[in-house]
C-alpha cells in the first residue's frame, strides 16, 4: 500500500497562484488558510491550539443551556424546538448546555452546522444522536430554532479596504522574502465604504465579514419566520471602529499571521455593531450586546462555582480559576460579548437588562 503523500504547503500555492494571476485578496488569503487549517487537525484544547470557553469549563455551557430553557420556557415551551449550534467543537458546549436545558423540560432536536470533518466524530461521540449539517439550509424550517455560535465568528475571513491618496482600495496579498504582506490592489473600491466614512485619512483600514454579515442575515431570518433566540459569543467590539484586527494563533501563542499559511487559526474580531442593524433590518428583535464577563455574572456563575466548590472541594481551586478566566475583565470578561437575538414577540433573555 502507498502512503498518501503529504499536502502541498499552502504558502507554495499561494506563490505559484500570485505569480501565475497576480495578487490575492487577504479575504482570500485568510479564507484558504482556515479551510487548510481546520480540515486538517482537531485544534481545540491543551494538546491543540487554542482553548474555547467550554473546554475551561463545564459552567459555561451549563449557564447557556439554562438562558435557551428559560427564554423558551417563557414564550410558552413550543414543540417542536431545535437547538442549532453553528461550529460546535467537540461539542463540549452542547453537551453541557443541554443537560442543564433538560432540567427544565427543554429536549430539542439537536443540530449541528459543522465544515470540519476532522471535528464530526469528535461531536457524533460526545453528543449521539445529533443531526450534521453543512450550512444552515438544512436545518428543519419549522418549529423555533436556539441558536448558539461560541467563537464562530471570528474565524470567517475578512475583507480589508485601504484609504489610498487615489482612493479606497482592496488590502491584496504578495509574498515577499520567506513571509506574505499586504498590498493595496488597484481596482477602486470607493462603492464599497459607506458614505459617512469614505473621507477618512489616507491609511485608514475598514475591515468587513461578508461570512459574518451573511450568517446573521440568515439566522435572524429564521428567528423572525419560526421563532426562537440566538446567542453569539466572540471578542470583538459593539461599536463601529477602523484598522486591522488579523492575528494567528498556534500552540497557544500569536503568530505572524503571513508566515505558513494554513499551519495556524487566523481571526479577526468581530463587528458586532454592524452584524445588530443587519439583524434587525430583518424584523428580528436585538436583546443587546454586552461583555461576557457581566452576561455570566448575571446569570449566576458565582453561585455555580461555589456550588461546585462545595460538591467537590478538592476541585475549588481549579473552578475558581476557571472562572476568574471567563470573568476576568482582563481575561475572556471583556474582550468576548455576547450578542443576543430573538423573535418578534419572544420574551428578552436574561442578562442584556442589567
Not at 470567517?156 to 485601504?162: D, E
Not at 468576548?336 to 418578534?344: I, R
Request: glycine residues 12%; proline residues 7%.
Amino acid at each position: 500500500m502507498s502512503e498518501t503523500a503529504p499536502a502541498e504547503p499552502l504558502g507554495q500555492i499561494f506563490r505559484r497562484l500570485i505569480g501565475a494571476t497576480g495578487p490575492i485578496s487577504l479575504m482570500h488569503y485568510m479564507g484558504e488558510s482556515n479551510a487548510r487549517y481546520y480540515a486538517s487537525r482537531d485544534p481545540l484544547g491543551s494538546a491543540g491550539d487554542f482553548v474555547t470557553a467550554p473546554e475551561i469549563s463545564q459552567m459555561f455551557g451549563e449557564l447557556i443551556g439554562l438562558w435557551l430553557a428559560d427564554i423558551w420556557i417563557k414564550a410558552g415551551r413550543e414543540q417542536p424546538v431545535h437547538y442549532v449550534e453553528l461550529g460546535p467543537g467537540r461539542g463540549t458546549l452542547a453537551a453541557d448546555a443541554l443537560r442543564a436545558a433538560r432540567r427544565y423540560g427543554l429536549e430539542p432536536g439537536v443540530h449541528f452546522v459543522e465544515s470540519s470533518t476532522a471535528l464530526k466524530d469528535v461531536q457524533l461521540a460526545t453528543v449521539p444522536g445529533a443531526q450534521w449539517h453543512h450550512d444552515l439550509s438544512t436545518v428543519p424550517l419549522y418549529g423555533p430554532v436556539l441558536v448558539v455560535a461560541n467563537e464562530f465568528l471570528d474565524a470567517l475571513p475578512v475583507r480589508q479596504l485601504v484609504k489610498t491618496p487615489d482612493g479606497w482600495r482592496e488590502r491584496m496579498v504578495v509574498p515577499e522574502g520567506e513571509r506574505f504582506v499586504c498590498i493595496a490592489g488597484s481596482q477602486p473600491m470607493d462603492a464599497a465604504v459607506p458614505e459617512a466614512r469614505r473621507a477618512a485619512p489616507d491609511g485608514t483600514i475598514i475591515e468587513t465579514c461578508p461570512g459574518a454579515a451573511a450568517t446573521i442575515y440568515e439566522v435572524a431570518g429564521r428567528l423572525t419566520e419560526q421563532g426562537g433566540a440566538a446567542l453569539f459569543i466572540d471578542y470583538g467590539h459593539d461599536r463601529i471602529r477602523d484598522g486591522s484586527t488579523l492575528q494567528a494563533v498556534r500552540a497557544h501563542l500569536k503568530v505572524d499571521p503571513f508566515v505558513n499559511p494554513g499551519e495556524a487559526d487566523l481571526t479577526a474580531h468581530v463587528d458586532f455593531a454592524t452584524l445588530a442593524s443587519i439583524a434587525q433590518s430583518r424584523g428580528c428583535k436585538w436583546l443587546g450586546t454586552v461583555p461576557q464577563g457581566r452576561w455570566l455574572r448575571e446569570l449566576g456563575i458565582e453561585a455555580r462555582a461555589e456550588a461546585l466548590s462545595q460538591v467537590a472541594p478538592q476541585h475549588a481551586g481549579a473552578v475558581r480559576t476557571a472562572m476568574e478566566r471567563l470573568i476576568g475583565e482582563g481575561q475572556m470578561g471583556a474582550l468576548f460579548k455576547v450578542m443576543g437575538l430573538a423573535a418578534p414577540g419572544w420574551p428578552d433573555g436574561a442578562g442584556f437588562h442589567g
